[in-house]
């Protein structure tokens, strides 16, 4: 079984900083991707950034690209998203999530393990 468990949430100030963390456990070898994605009540859960563990190759939703920076380290068994010049809409639970196929996805049921979300609210 694999287990994933989001950190670093909180309520931050626009244009402030904040940095997530995911440690993952478990049956951690058959992941080949992780990605993060947010969701605000109402709305559907949305793509925000993804990397591959086996190369570092990295995709970003196009809100969030120069403001968010995904990474792994050399163990892969944690991933971060570096959130910087947060904006009021980044407001959202945010989702850690891991993929057993190399290929990076942006669809959530294209996923196989997640979270259970970590929130950041950005006040203005």
């Known amino acids: 079984q694999v287990q994933l468990v989001e950190s670093g949430g909180g309520l931050v100030q626009a244009g402030d900083s904040l940095r997530l963390s995911c440690a993952v456990s478990g049956r951690t070898w058959p992941i080949y991707s992780m990605a993060w994605f947010r969701q605000v009540p109402g709305k559907e859960r949305k793509f925000v950034a993804a990397i591959k563990k086996s190369d570092g190759s990295q995709e970003y939703v196009d809100f969030v690209k120069g403001r968010f920076t995904i990474s792994t380290n050399g163990a892969r068994d944690t991933v971060w998203l570096q959130m910087n010049s947060i904006k009021v809409d980044d407001t959202a639970v945010y989702y850690c999530?891991?993929?057993?196929?190399?290929?990076?996805?942006?669809?959530?049921?294209?996923?196989?393990?997640w979270g259970q979300g970590t929130q950041v609210t950005v006040s203005s």
């Open positions: 999530a891991a993929r057993t196929r190399p290929d990076i996805s942006t669809v959530p049921n294209e996923y196989d393990y």
